[in-house]
């Protein structure tokens, strides 16, 4: 007899379920340390292991340096089954220390893309065009912050990865800070677990109760990494710490402290824990609605004109303008 089971769970499924969750944090009595590694193509990065000697305190360095940041979105524009189009904008914006100086739009993209990956390399290269501009207005010390990890995966183009590498080296020559700050890592432990949910453990037990970070992870990282990784928390009153990529030029004559102690000054007391320039560029860079349908009112009078707006329409699956976020790809 079949029985309704709405809102229960499968006793089998969650006995395995905590077996497993179970595997990753006790595997025996005494665990050894464990420690991050780095999975791509089948081959393995292992880090340092993991001990409360690497876990360090620091304070906000105040500067009166500027601080550059670039953010992106993207949105589908239309989604036509084996392919879409998608639409991105750019925002950048100057800081001094952590007062604005100017903000701004770069002009709106789009482009086919016929599938995830393609998707995410369009937007890194518009991300990293972005960024060599808005670099040639910094100056020795000044900072420029990605949203982004400076890691440019080898499934994409070379000439995407020759931008990554201009970026770093141009930022370098200028002498100019280039650090991206990830909001979501996937970095793991060995055990499977999250590298950051155990640092944030970790520094919990220490009783640590001022930013932290924790550094050195890696002795070797894969040829397509230009900077290295630390974890920090900017701020001992937030919930979250984050992945931050160092560019590998910018620890040239400079500690890590330093640098985390720069990019911790820019916090703002309502959001702490995050640099203010990245949040501000993030909302500048998000689509209205109204927006979205003016621009696909445009682009729809373009399609008139050559002649195929009624057989590109056909092929629309989607006819509603609302916000979506691609693919996991967020913006």
């Known amino acids: 007899m079949i029985q309704d089971a709405r809102g229960l769970l499968e006793v089998r499924d969650l006995r395995e379920l905590i ?42 360095q105040p500067h009166w340096n500027r601080v550059a940041a670039i953010d992106a979105s993207v949105k ?17 914006g100057f800081w001094r220390g952590y007062f604005r100086e100017k903000t701004g739009i ?17 937007l890194l290269k518009i991300e990293l ?19 982004r990890s400076l890691a440019v995966i080898p499934v ?69 990494y230009y900077g290295d990784i630390v974890v920090a928390k900017l701020d001992p009153y937030a919930d979250e710490a984050f992945r931050i990529d160092v560019s590998f030029y910018s620890l040239i004559g400079r500690r890590i402290r330093e640098v985390l102690g720069k990019i911790a000054y820019t916090q703002d007391p309502a959001t702490p824990g995050y640099p203010y320039p990245l949040i501000s560029v993030h909302k500048l860079s998000l689509f209205a609605d109204e927006e979205l349908e003016r621009i696909r009112e445009k682009v729809s009078a373009f399609l008139q004109d050559a002649g195929v707006l009624n057989k590109f329409m056909k092929t629309v699956r989607s006819s509603t303008f609302k916000e979506r976020k691609l693919w996991g790809i967020t913006g």
Do not use: Q
């Open 156 to 224: 994409f183009k070379k000439k995407t990865r020759l931008l990554m590498e201009e970026l770093a080296r141009k930022a370098g020559n200028k002498d100019v800070i280039l650090a991206g700050i990830v909001k979501s890592s996937k970095l793991k432990l060995n055990t499977g677990g999250s590298l950051i949910g155990h640092l944030i453990y970790l520094a919990a037990l220490e009783g640590v109760e001022e930013p932290w970070y924790y550094y050195p992870l890696f002795d070797t990282l894969p040829t397509w």
């Open 76 to 92: 589908v524009l239309f989604n036509c089954g084996s392919y879409k189009i998608l639409v991105s904008k750019v925002a950048w």
């Open 106 to 122: 770069f002009p709106i993209r789009t482009k086919i893309v016929w599938d995830k990956v393609e998707a995410a390399e369009w």
């Open 19 to 60: 077996k497993n969750i179970a595997r990753i944090y006790i595997e025996e009595e005494d665990p050894p340390d464990p420690y991050p590694v780095i999975r791509f193509a089948g081959k393995t990065y292992r880090g340092y292991e993991i001990t409360g000697d690497n876990l360090k305190t620091f304070k906000p």
């Open 129 to 147: 065009e972005a960024a060599l501009k808005v670099l040639e207005e910094l100056e020795a010390d000044d900072i420029l912050l990605l949203d």
